[in-house]
């Protein structure tokens, strides 16, 4: 079991930054982060590899977000800077211990509650 709970999500201006942090217990092979807008499919923007710290990046955010894991592997971050109105979405961070698709979210067998990420124009 891995529980995970996020947290840092909430309003800003285009052109501004926002920290997200996932705390998580036990151990995983990698931990992804992925958002959902309203109406819109659920989407992979960043994932990073537990044991090396690889880390891998869409294209929608490529160059924007940084995911990164702090020295006891209890936290990741989703350091998201430039931010762009087609960035608001409720952002999940998600883990599994297993192989699969990075991109694709059945691939992951924990969540957590989600946060909300506001961007106003």
């Known amino acids: 079991q891995v529980q995970l709970v996020e947290s840092g999500g909430g309003s800003v201006q285009a052109g501004g930054s926002l920290r997200l942090s996932c705390a998580a217990s036990?151990?995983?092979?990698?931990i992804g982060w992925f958002r959902q807008a309203p109406g819109k499919e659920r989407e992979g923007v960043a994932v990073i590899w537990r044991s090396n710290s690889n880390t891998f990046y869409s294209d929608s955010v490529d160059g924007r977000f940084t995911i990164s894991q702090d020295a006891t592997k209890t936290m990741v971050y989703l350091q998201m800077d430039n931010l762009k109105p087609e960035d608001a979405a409720v952002y999940y961070c998600?883990?599994?211990?297993?192989?699969?698709?990075?991109?694709?979210?059945?691939?992951?067998?924990?969540w957590g509650q989600g946060t909300q990420v506001t961007v106003s124009s």
């Open positions: 998600a883990a599994t211990r297993g192989y699969g698709v990075i991109w694709d979210h059945t691939t992951y067998d924990w």
């Open positions: 036990g151990p995983s092979t990698f």
